[in-house]
DNA sequence: TTTTGCTTGTTAATTAATTCACAGCTATAA
DNA sequence: TTATAGCTGTGAATTAATTAACAAGCAAAA
């Protein structure tokens, strides 16, 4: 399971929430054509994912959908859940925290960490800043693997080395600046103004 | 130039942010394996690139940056600048507004929507926040043709039917939920979540 | 029961994206 | 002037991702 492709892991990701709505309508199972509309891809796309996962339909009936939850669980989620740190309460920090503390999932906000004297030893979303300074410190003692990023792009390079030295295993990085890490920490960028500008060539090259 | 792959468009919004930190520096010239570099992927994968938007470099000098930057923008830019809609003025439509309000690019934010009295008819970096109902007045007499959806993932799919009927053309999405759109309409879903669970499987695959 | 139609699971084919490999040019050093 | 080394530009090869095609199975209808 360790191999699976970039492109399915994203995906199964999407199957899942989309599977827990549903559950939630009161369905128990469903259809790869019937995913595959909800994500705007094809049913082979669907079927081809799930085979990867070595799951089984039910012939006619489709796919179990808290089975289906649960394996995908099984595979992205960790048992004891996984402990992140946040480093930098701006905006998009703090709608980060908010948003996992609503979701309670496994994805657990565990830290997080600026150089702001106002934000500093407060509280968000039962969340907990402490200096910048202390990063080390903390992400040894709550063990801490997964950091997100969310300072100004100026400062990112810094906040990645200090995470990576602190033992940082992956890092989803919100700046628009281009980071380095080693072979063994996992990196995420995740660049907001690169999909607007997408969004913008393709209206542009449309009309 | 209106078929370039999807990816290239990408990398080259991209290429243009690394190249303008690189004129801020005093640079004039740059090598196809410097931008490899500073972006972690081949200089072969970048003079491709290049040569797809048909640039030419300078044999052992590299590519004139100034130029670079000027032709992207032509690529990716339109003259008069693109017009744009947030709808929904929470943390995350008050980040952007604010981030691109900084930028001063081509991207104009120049209304935004809310149902939330407290928001309404209040301004942000600028932009001034209608209520929702009066979506398509002001997105037609405005000429907006990019909305950015940053309401309550329940909303959404409301929400981009009436950006479709008020005739915008490109849709960022940044609810969880899949939208739908008709084939003239170009739809980005940007999914923090999922990109958060991606770094999560690969970090606990690489234990 | 037999047929029909639907859906899964998978191999093979196709298409898209990336990388290899190298020819060709040019500034610099010998 | 004549190597030499460094870089660009690109066709060919490779690898990754998606789609086509269809056998196999099952439920419901006839
Ligand atoms: N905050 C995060 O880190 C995060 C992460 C992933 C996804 N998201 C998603 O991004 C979206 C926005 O997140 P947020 O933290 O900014 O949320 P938020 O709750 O802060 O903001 C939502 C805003 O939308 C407004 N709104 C509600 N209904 C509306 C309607 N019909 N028309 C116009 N406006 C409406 C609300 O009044 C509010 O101001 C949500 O869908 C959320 O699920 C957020
Ligand atoms: N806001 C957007 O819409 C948007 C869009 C694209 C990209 N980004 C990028 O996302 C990042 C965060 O955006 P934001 O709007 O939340 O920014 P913000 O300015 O609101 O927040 C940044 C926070 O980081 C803190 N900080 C500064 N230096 C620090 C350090 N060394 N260690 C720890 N914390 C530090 C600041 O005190 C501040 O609280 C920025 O890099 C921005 O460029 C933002």
Redesign the pocket.
């Known amino acids: 399971m360790k191999n699976l ?3 399915t892991v994203e995906r199964l990701c999407q199957y899942r929430r989309s599977l827990n709505n549903q559950l939630a309508t009161g369905k128990t199972h469903i ?3 019937e995913i595959a509309n909800l994500l705007h ?5 669907v ?2 994912d ?2 990867l996962i070595g799951h ?2 039910t ?5 179990d959908i808290k089975e289906m939850v649960k394996l995908i669980g099984k595979i992205i989620d960790t048992k004891e859940g996984q402990r992140i740190a946040v480093i930098g309460m701006g905006n998009i920090g703090k709608a980060f925290i908010h948003y996992l503390y609503e979701k309670r999932s496994k994805l657990k906000v565990v830290a997080s960490f600026d150089v702001n004297p106002d934000k500093i030893d407060k509280t968000y979303a039962d969340v907990y800043c402490y200096h910048f300074g202390r990063l080390k410190e903390i992400i040894q003692k709550e063990d801490i693997k997964i950091g997100i990023i969310t300072t100004p792009p100026m400062v990112a390079p810094e906040v990645c080395e200090n995470l990576v030295t602190a033992g940082i295993k992956g890092i989803l990085n919100f700046t628009p600046k281009p980071l380095s890490v080693p072979d063994d920490v996992y990196l995420e960028e995740y660049d907001m103004i690169t999909s607007l500008e997408k969004v913008a060539f393709f209206v542009k090259h449309n009309e």
Do not use: N
């Open positions: 492709p970039d492109k259809f790869s054509h891809i094809t049913s082979v796309q079927r081809r799930i085979m089984s339909g012939l006619r009936k489709g796919y």
